[in-house]
T-cell receptor
Framework: DTEVTQTPKHLVMGMTNKKSLKCEQH?????MYWYKQKAKKPPELMFV???????INESVPSRFSPECPNSSLLNLHLHALQPEDSALYLC?????????????FGSGTRLTVV | QKEVEQNSGPLSVPEGAIASLNCTYS??????FFWYRQYSGKSPELIMS????GDKEDGRFTAQLNKASQYVSLLIRDSQPSDSATYLC?????????????FGGGTRVLVKP
């Protein structure tokens, strides 16, 4: 299995809603990431989990809350989002925290906040 | 100065020609370099990685790294319409920060039949 699976693929939510994005990989990777990508822009790092511990938080607003229940799963909890948070949210994984590993990306969740 | 810079394009190449993409980076201690391909509306797909100065070939793709000049390039030989996509250069800028990739803005490539 060489995939990173993200659900849902599309999500429309109101500004008062609470929702969660889910990411799963079964490649034995020990580092997992959340990126945000706006249209015609590169992916921007949000969070890094390494060996199930949060190792990098790129000053993301608290309305985004990551969770790593185990080495295969990564969630992103969303609450009180703003319309400008609408974007493609990408989960990725890599073999480890060392710098020589490229990422495997999931197919993304396209989020629209109304 | 941006950490990773690419020409946004579009880079228009005829089918069968060579597409040449360039990327420069600002952090001299960067260790690892990656090229991703992203089709419109899809997620990035890793196509090449390179860690040492010189060339690395994989099929129709060749990555070239010059750490002294702080640039990395990607050549696509025998370009096909299916190569039309945005190509993202990614760099791991600081060894101590772990595996934190920084992406360039991407170069859009259009291969015309």
């Amino acid at each position: 299995d060489t995939e990173v699976t993200q659900t849902p693929k599309h999500l429309v939510m109101g500004m008062t809603n609470k929702k969660s994005l889910k990411c799963e990989q079964h490649m034995g990777h020990r580092a997992m990431y959340w990126y945000k990508q706006k249209a015609k822009k590169p992916p921007e790092l949000m969070f890094v989990y390494s060996y199930e511990k949060l190792s990098i938080n790129e000053s993301v607003p608290s309305r985004f809350s990551p969770e790593c229940p185990n080495s295969s799963l990564l969630n992103l909890h969303l609450h009180a989002l703003q319309p400008e948070d609408s974007a493609l949210y990408l989960c990725a994984s890599s073999q480890g925290r060392e710098e020589n590993y490229g990422y495997t990306f999931g197919s993304g969740t396209r989020l629209t906040v109304v | 100065q941006k950490e990773v810079e690419q020409n946004s394009g579009p880079l228009s190449v005829p089918e069968g020609a060579i597409a040449s993409l360039n990327c420069t980076y600002s952090d001299r201690v960067s260790q690892s370099f990656f090229w991703y391909r992203q089709y419109s509306g899809k997620s990035p797909e890793l196509i090449m990685s390179i860690y040492s100065n010189g060339d690395k070939e994989d099929g129709r793709f060749t990555a070239q790294l010059n750490k002294a000049s702080q640039y990395v390039s990607l050549l696509i030989r025998d370009s096909q319409p299916s190569d039309s996509a945005t190509y993202l250069c990614a760099v791991n800028p600081i060894k101590a920060a772990g595996n934190k990739l920084t992406f360039g803005g991407g170069t859009r490539v259009l291969v015309k039949p």
